[in-house]
């Protein structure tokens, strides 16, 4: 069974999530062959075979730099045909959803998103997906013979201990049809590390009172290396930028630890987290909601508890 894994990659490197994709369809014990687009170094993407990939092939005709979707499914529809995958796997995110809903068109193939497991094959072709923003999980079965799945960040093992991936250069055939739309400008997200992809993130809530009161909760961020995020009133107010609002109208994450720092715990805002392995709420009402979603609470005020939290961290880091 031949399986194509669509990765991405960011700052020269291959993203976690996609590296967990990988590791899933290794899992499927098929003959793994991933494909990146994109200026990134081929050593970086040899990487790709320590999660299980045999091979990864490279695109780099720059015409995709600006990443246009509708080429990228062109690209992924035309490099399974080659390899003679009838399965696409790739990570569930804001770049892997169209891609994959796009091929799925193209290819009349079976897309589900958001999976948490292996696929059961007992009887069909059966996989788990979270929904609900993670309160249940569905089994779907894709009856269509070339499937697409797209896997939830956090929720596979990454497997390390594969060899190096063989790195092949491939071009598709791609016509002036694949480009028209023309994208005018494109803003870099702020902050050292991105929101969807954090393994930390330490947000701010109406709490903080103003943003000249966020350089505590950057500082907190740089100190646990988290990306920082917010609730909704934070970014409709221009205290933050929209790019950091997290919830059910936001930004979804689910990082090893949310930090949430004078945030209500309102359910369109849990909605964001509740994938979270961890939650820490630091707020001065012990009757906030966000107390019983919480794994760890500190009660008390964030302008004392914050810098008190992040001196303790640098002193235990030296
Ligand atoms: P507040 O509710 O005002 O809470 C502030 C918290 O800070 C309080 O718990 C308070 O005790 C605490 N606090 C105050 N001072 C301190 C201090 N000094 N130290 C410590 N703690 C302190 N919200 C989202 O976040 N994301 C969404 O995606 C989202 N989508 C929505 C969609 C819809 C359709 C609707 C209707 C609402 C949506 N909301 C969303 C808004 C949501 O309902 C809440 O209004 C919002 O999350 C509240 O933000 P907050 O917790 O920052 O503010």
Redesign the pocket.
Known sequence: MSILVFIEHAEGAVKKSSLEAVSYAAAMEGDVTAIAIGSIAEDALKSAGKAGASKVLHVTDEKLEKGIIQAYANVISQAMEKIGANILVLAKSSLGDPVAARVSAKLDAGFVSNIVDLPDTSSGFQVKRSIYTGKAFANVNITTEKKILGIKKNAVELKEDGADASVEKFAANLSDADFNVKITSQDKATGEVLLPEAEIVVSG???MKGPENWGMIEELAKTLGAATGC????SDMGWRPHHE??????VKVSPQLYVA????G?I??LA?VNSSKNILV????AE?PFFSAADYGIVG???EVVPKLTAALKAAQN
């Open positions: 809530g109406r709490g609730s909704k009133p934070v609002h997290v919830g059910q109208t936001g720092v004078g945030i209500s309102a369109q805002h964001g630091i707020n001065k009402d906030a005020d964030a302008f």
